[in-house]
């Protein structure tokens, strides 16, 4: 029953996508169906919503969304992302790397606000090779594969912390799964793009040195944000905060421009489906339902560690990577203690793998209302790269369990 309760709430929520509703309608829905089918009360509902919207990781998260969004508005009035881009076709002379290296190096950034800036990239590099929803696989996918291995993301660190396995084998054995995504989305999508641009020769007047080092001017707010949260533990909001200050004294912003951002990074139904996305992992987690999901999939003929991918999937489908990850890991080592780094790989592929198809991931959503896309058209475009690296996945824990 478990399952087809969690499959009852998917449904509606993909249901009210599809008739192009807007995500804070279908995840409201799909609040109201969970407290139908679990049995919550009008009050507990009601704590719950506060809960969600006023515990510290909404806020951050919120923090982390208003203020990339700031940032990306004082990038853009400077025309610094198209710069970046002049760079990467100067380092590169390559579409294709432009329209996957970009999404990969701001997919550094923890923060959905970053797929916008990620998105203006992917736009000037593939033109109209590509339609909306494959513009939209391309912009979201490639930005988050540095989450499936590195730790800046909480996921990772979460799992790396609460499974014992080393950081560093956890990172090295990530890489295989790394290539194989990269290697999926160029096959599949990236292919389609042209190398060059119809008509236009390379400039190869720009010593590859000098185009690194312009890149580097052009996007140093990014990589400062990173090195801020990678070398001192910083808040991502704290981060950007610091790159806003020294963007606006170094490229001299005046103070009406300043105060201009303030409302236009406002951006009111992002914030606001990002908040209720928050909210209703929260009536997940109240159901029982993600503790209930051993049992409920315990009559499966398959391997035990291979059940837990698949609740470590449903989980990261229903309420999210970092809650799922935080709420199930120490129970899945406890249960297969022999594990490892194999498991542990595993878990993080499968985690990796629903994001990409999650309704509750805002991040895709942000893509979508760049490029004017439709949900279940770039669930339509993702399914099949998805099962192949799932495939590919089990196989490579296969051989890693043999080893170790």
């Avoid at 009852?8 to 409201?28: D, E, G, N, Q």
């Avoid at 290539?179 to 060059?196: E, I, N």
Wanted: charged share 15%; glycine share 4%; proline share 4%.
């Amino acid at each position: 029953m478990v399952l087809i309760k969690l499959a009852a709430i998917l449904v509606v929520i993909v249901a009210i996508l599809c008739f192009r509703k807007p995500l804070y309608i279908a995840i409201i829905a799909g609040i109201l169906v969970s407290m139908a089918l679990f049995g919550i009360d009008i009050s507990t509902s009601l704590e719950l919503v506060w809960r969600g919207f006023s515990n510290p990781e909404t806020l951050t998260v919120l923090a982390g969304l208003y203020t990339i969004t700031y940032l990306q508005r004082m990038l853009e009035t400077r025309n610094l992302l198209r710069m970046a881009q002049q760079d990467l076709d100067d380092i590169f002379h390559n579409r294709r790397i432009n329209a996957s290296l970009a999404p990969i190096f701001i997919g550094l950034l923890p923060s959905a606000a970053a797929v916008n800036i990620c998105a203006d990239i992917v736009e000037a590099a593939a033109e109209d090779c590509l339609d909306k929803e494959e513009k939209s696989f391309v912009t979201s996918y490639f930005r988050h594969i540095p989450e499936s291995f590195l730790p800046t993301y909480p996921s990772v660190l979460l799992l790396v912390g609460l499974s014992g396995v080393a950081m560093s084998g956890f990172v090295v054995g990530m890489l295989p799964l790394v290539v194989a995504l990269f290697a999926l989305g160029y096959v599949f999508y990236l292919r389609k793009v042209p190398k060059k641009y119809d008509g236009v020769e390379a400039d190869t007047s720009v010593s590859k040195g000098k185009a690194w080092l312009s890149l580097l001017s052009h996007l140093w707010p990014l990589f400062l944000i990173v090195v801020l949260i990678i070398a001192l533990n910083m808040e991502i909001y704290i981060a950007v905060a610091i790159s806003i200050v020294l963007t606006a004294i170094v490229y001299r912003f005046k103070g009406k421009e300043l105060g201009r951002f303030v409302v236009t990074a406002f951006e009111f139904q992002m914030l606001l489906n990002s908040a209720l996305v928050m909210v209703f992992r929260e009536f997940i987690q109240e159901s029982g339902a993600m503790a209930a999901l051993p049992e409920a999939l315990s009559f499966l003929p398959i391997p035990l560690p291979i059940i837990f991918a698949l609740i470590f999937f449903i989980g990261a489908l229903m309420i999210g990577n970092n809650a799922i990850v935080a709420m199930t890991t120490t129970l899945a080592f406890t249960t297969v203690p022999d594990g490892g780094l194999p498991f542990a790989i595993l878990l993080m592929a499968f985690t990796y793998a629903a994001m990409q198809l999650s309704p509750t991931h805002y991040c895709i959503f942000v893509a979508l209302d760049y490029f004017k896309a439709d949900f279940v058209g770039i669930v339509k475009k993702t399914v099949l790269p998805i099962l192949c690296f799932l495939v590919i996945t089990v196989l490579y824990y296969l051989l890693l369990a043999a080893i170790f």
